[in-house]
């Protein structure tokens, strides 16, 4: 009775009737996305992380000008990248035959192309402006006046953890929810420090311990694609689920057309952590690229995101040559099991299998 008064409270505060979160994938969802996920019932997301504070006010009122339900941001609490001329020139310069096979020349230097918000005032201002429901934290905590900014701007508070340390460390902050992510993710860990050991935890794993162990409520995320694996983790003691690989084939996605093949073929069923196309370590359907970093160690990658830099060039010249190997082309390990449909249909049908 009170783990269901628990699950009843942290839904009313997400203002959600039903405990499923669209994970907020950047590059991929959409204010469209969002949107028709919220208008279902769900709580839509957009992910921010690699957009301007411009950008994301933009993303954020086209949501709202297609709904009046909650809205759930997430940005990114990376360390900021240090530079490293020379790993960075000895990185392009492996790359470059794989450009030169697309009539293509790599990036003359690497950018840091995303912007951390630990250092992105001019975002946290704009969130507190335009208050969505929720925002979250992946790849560690926000600054103590952040947290303290962006919940005077009554804005509900998440974060991703991978293990019970980080979940402490969310917990002591005083935020209002973990996000549990397990290894089977898709996308980027979470993990506050990448070059650290990686527990490597199970989604059902993290759960159960954090369930036994922490005091925050817990969105349990991870390798999730129907209504039967949001039953499961609730019954472990998760007050509600987060999917985002399962999304990444509905109508609203920006996933292209390349991904959306791999997808939705034999790719699905063979995905990979690697730090090869990023600098951070994100699992992907098995392509050219996570090949290609299988020989390589992780301190001859840049820091994330300056590698991106040099993904994304690269990506975009295979592209161009018609190739669809070279893409970050995130994917879970319940890919194999993705529906294609609208995000609506997608809702209601993972409401219909819960029960809803």
């Known amino acids: 009775m009170m783990a269901a008064m628990a699950n009843a409270a942290l839904l009313d505060r997400l203002g959600i009737g039903l405990p499923i979160v669209q994970a907020p994938m950047a590059g991929v969802s959409t204010p469209a996305m969002a949107a028709a996920a919220s208008n279902a019932g769900a709580l839509g997301s957009l992910g921010v992380g690699a957009m301007t504070a411009d950008q994301a006010r933009e993303a954020i009122r086209a949501f709202k000008a297609a709904s009046a339900g909650p809205l759930h941001v997430n940005v990114f609490t990376h360390r900021p990248a240090r530079v490293d001329p020379h790993r960075e020139a000895a990185w392009l310069q492996r790359l470059q035959p794989e450009f030169e096979r697309f009539h293509a020349q790599p990036p003359a230097e690497l950018r840091e192309v995303y912007t951390s918000f630990l250092v992105d005032d001019a975002m946290c201002a704009m969130l507190c402006e335009e208050r969505p429901r929720v ?162 160690a992780p301190d001859a990658i840049p820091d994330y995101p300056i590698a991106y830099d040099a993904g994304k060039a690269l990506h975009a010249a295979a592209k161009a040559a018609g190739s669809s190997g070279w893409g970050a082309q995130w994917a879970g390990e319940g890919a194999p099991r993705v529906r294609p449909m609208s995000t609506q249909r997608l809702v209601q049908t993972l409401a219909a299998e819960l029960g809803h």
Do not use: K, W
């Open 135 to 296: 925002v979250s934290f992946h790849f560690g905590l926000a600054r103590t006046d952040q947290i303290v900014r962006l919940r005077g701007a009554g804005i509900v508070l998440l974060a991703t953890a991978t293990c019970l340390r980080e979940a402490r460390a969310i917990e002591t902050a005083g935020l209002d929810a973990i996000v549990a992510q397990g290894f089977e993710a898709g996308g980027h860990r979470g993990v506050f420090d990448p070059d650290a050991d990686d527990a490597r935890m199970t989604t059902a794993d993290l759960v159960r311990t954090l369930a036994q162990r922490a005091s925050l409520p817990i969105v349990a995320a991870g390798g999730l694609m129907d209504g039967a694996d949001i039953a499961a983790m609730l019954a472990l003691g998760a007050s509600a689920a987060q999917l985002g690989t399962a999304f990444v084939a509905t109508d609203e996605s920006l996933a292209d057309a390349g991904y959306r093949a791999r997808l939705l073929g034999e790719d699905a069923h063979h995905t990979q952590m690697t730090r090869a196309i990023s600098g951070r370590p994100a699992r992907c359907l098995r392509n050219d690229f996570t090949r290609l970093g299988d020989d390589v």
